[in-house]
């Protein structure tokens, strides 16, 4: 499985951006994708996860602001984000666990979001 992140950019606080994760490969065996983030000096961090059977989470920090969703069709996933924050600011990750028992995980490379205020 292959993973391409794009979407990041710098925008205001209050703006929105949309995340785009496109996946190529065994994209079959693909049992959730994720979006991590990374600030600056700082650990990676979930964002939100999308699985089989449309089960979804996010992290409390963007809960009622972030929406992930997918397009199997089009094998995308998308993170889109709303009244986003100074602290939102950071590197965003795709990543996809697949395989039985989620044995395999694979990450993109990330893409920068600059949140100014």
């Known amino acids: 499985v292959q993973l391409q992140a794009s979407g990041g950019g710098l925008v205001q606080a209050g703006g929105s951006l949309r995340l785009s994760c496109a996946q190529s490969?065994?994209?079959?065996?693909?049992?959730?994708i994720g979006w991590y983030r990374q600030a600056p000096g700082k650990q990676r961090d979930l964002v939100a996860r999308?699985?089989?059977?449309?089960?979804?989470n996010y992290a409390d920090a963007v809960k009622g602001r972030f929406t992930i969703s997918t397009d199997s069709a089009k094998n995308m996933a998308y993170l889109q984000m709303n009244s986003l924050k100074p602290e939102d600011t950071g590197l965003y990750y795709c990543?996809?666990?697949?395989?039985?028992?989620?044995?395999?995980?694979?990450w993109g490379q990330g893409t920068l979001v600059t949140v100014s205020s």
């Open positions: 490969g065994k994209t079959y065996s693909i049992n959730s």
């Open positions: 999308i699985g089989r059977g449309d089960r979804i």
């Open positions: 990543n996809a666990l697949a395989g039985l028992g989620d044995t395999y995980e694979f």
